[in-house]
C-alpha cells in the first residue's frame, strides 16, 4: 500500500482507522523493546516454566488477559503513523514483484489418504486431515478489509473442501478469526479456541464449542489438542483496548501418531526449550510473515532467524511455515518469507529439515 493511500484511507472514516489498527499487529499497542532486560523483546522466563506461569494464572488481569513472556505495552498510535507515512520501506523496490497466486486444491488425494496430511490454504490457514477427522484451522478464504490486497484469492468455494470437524483459532486479531469466513461452515461444527470469544460464536451461532486456557487440552477419538502459550496478544475493538480474550500455540497428538505444533502467531520468546522437552514434536507450523522492520515487529512476530532458532529449541523433526503470501501486514513482500526461511536454515545447516510447501499444496505426513 502506497503512503498516499494509506493516508487517505485513514483520512475517510474513522472506522477505517480502527480497522487498520485491529488488524496490524501492535497498531494500538506499539511495544518496544524493555531496557530493563537488556532490550530483549521479550520478557525472560529466569527460571519459572510456562506451565508454572499458567497454574499461577498471571496471564490473567482484570477484565482483560496479561502477556507474562511480553514486554509491557504502552499505547503509541501515532508511532503507527509514523511508521506508515514517515518510515521509508527498505524493501520498496520488489513491492511491484509480489505475485498475486489464486489457490486451487486437489481434494481428491486428501480424500482417498488414510493417514495424517496438512493442507495450506492460505494466509495462517491450514486443513489437517488427522484419520478420519478434518480440523480447519485460523480459516481465513477472502479479503479481511477492503484496503488490504489479497495475494492469494481462492480458486475454489470454500464449501467444496472436507467438512472440518473442529475449528481452531489461534486468537482474535481479524487476520486470524475472520467472521465472514467462519460463517460459511456448518454452525454445528465443533469450535476449539481461547478463552474470551464466547460473543462471537454466539453471534455467528456456533454452539458446540470448547475454549481452553493455557495448558488446558481437549480429547477427541485417540487425538489431544493441548492449547500452550505464545508471546502475542489480541485485539478487535480499538475502543475497548487490548487483550480482552486470550492468545496461544497448539500441540495436537493426533490419532494417526505424530504430533503437530501449531505456532499462531507468537514473538521469539526462551520457552521453546521448555516446550519441546515435554513434547515429542514431529512438524513444527510456525507463522512467519509481517516481521519487518524489526524495531516495530519484533515483539509481536518472529523473524526468519527467530523462527530457525526457535524450531531449534523445540526440537521438531520438520518445519513449515505458513502466515505468508496473502496479505502485507508488515514492509516485507508477501513473497519474501519462504526465500529468507531458507536462507535462515541452509546457514544453520537445516534445510533439509524444511517442508516448502506452496499455498493449496499438501503435505502427506503419514
Keep these: 500500500m502506497s503512503r498516499r493511500q494509506f493516508i487517505k484511507n485513514m483520512l475517510i472514516s474513522l472506522k477505517g482507522m480502527a480497522l487498520m489498527s485491529a488488524v496490524t499487529p501492535a497498531a494500538c499497542a506499539v511495544h518496544m523493546a524493555d531496557p530493563a532486560n537488556g532490550g530483549l523483546h521479550y520478557r525472560p522466563l529466569n527460571g519459572r516454566s510456562l506451565r508454572e506461569i499458567a497454574a499461577r494464572k498471571e496471564h490473567h ?6 502477556n507474562p513472556i511480553g514486554v509491557p505495552r504502552n ?5 503507527v503513523m509514523s511508521w506508515k507515512i514517515f518510515h521509508r520501506n527498505a524493501y520498496e523496490a520488489y513491492l511491484d514483484d509480489q505475485p498475486s497466486t489464486p489457490v486451487a486444491v486437489d481434494w481428491q488425494p486428501i480424500r482417498n489418504h488414510a493417514g495424517l496430511s ?21 480459516p481465513v478464504f477472502d479479503s479481511i478489509f477492503w484496503f488490504i490486497k489479497d495475494f ?7 464449501r467444496q473442501m472436507p467438512r472440518p470437524d473442529e475449528i481452531l483459532i489461534t486468537h482474535g486479531h481479524y487476520d486470524h478469526l475472520d467472521k465472514p469466513s467462519l460463517d460459511l461452515l456448518d454452525k454445528d461444527t465443533h469450535v476449539v479456541s481461547p478463552l474470551g470469544y464466547n ?8 454452539r458446540n464449542r470448547t475454549q481452553l486456557d493455557w495448558y488446558d487440552s481437549y480429547k477427541a477419538k485417540g487425538s489431544e489438542i493441548i492449547f500452550l502459550p505464545a508471546n502475542h496478544w489480541t485485539i478487535r475493538n480499538p475502543l475497548a483496548g487490548p487483550n480482552r480474550a486470550l492468545w496461544g500455540s497448539y500441540v495436537i497428538k493426533t490419532a494417526a501418531g505424530p504430533t503437530l505444533y501449531l505456532s499462531g502467531d507468537t514473538a ?6 521448555e516446550l519441546g522437552r515435554e513434547f515429542a514434536i514431529d512438524l513444527a507450523i510456525f507463522n512467519l510473515g509481517a516481521y519487518e522492520p524489526r524495531w516495530f515487529m519484533a515483539p509481536s512476530h518472529a523473524n526468519p532467524a527467530e ?4 524450531f531449534r529449541e523445540i526440537g521438531a523433526r520438520k518445519l513449515m511455515i505458513v502466515h505468508w503470501g496473502t496479505f502485507r501486514l508488515g514492509d516485507e513482500p508477501v513473497h519474501f518469507p519462504p526465500r529468507d526461511i531458507r536462507k535462515a536454515l541452509e546457514k544453520e545447516g537445516m534445510l533439509d529439515r524444511l517442508v516448502d510447501l506452496p499455498h493449496g499444496d499438501t503435505y502427506f505426513v503419514v
Excluded at 488481569?61 to 496479561?66: E, I, L, V, Y
Excluded at 492469494?152 to 470454500?158: T, V, W
Excluded at 521469539?268 to 526449550?273: E, T
Design 152 to 158: 492469494s484469492p481462492l480458486q475454489f468455494d470454500p
Design 307 to 310: 523462527t530457525v532458532q526457535a
Design 268 to 273: 521469539y520468546f526462551d520457552g521453546f526449550s
Design 118 to 138: 496438512v493442507t495450506f490454504l492460505k494466509h495462517a490457514g491450514v486443513l489437517i486431515r488427522d484419520l478420519d477427522r478434518y480440523l480447519l484451522v485460523d
Design 61 to 66: 488481569g482484570k477484565g482483560r488477559f496479561n
Design 75 to 79: 499505547g503509541r498510535f501515532w508511532q
Design 199 to 206: 460473543d462471537i460464536w454466539n453471534q455467528l451461532g456456533f
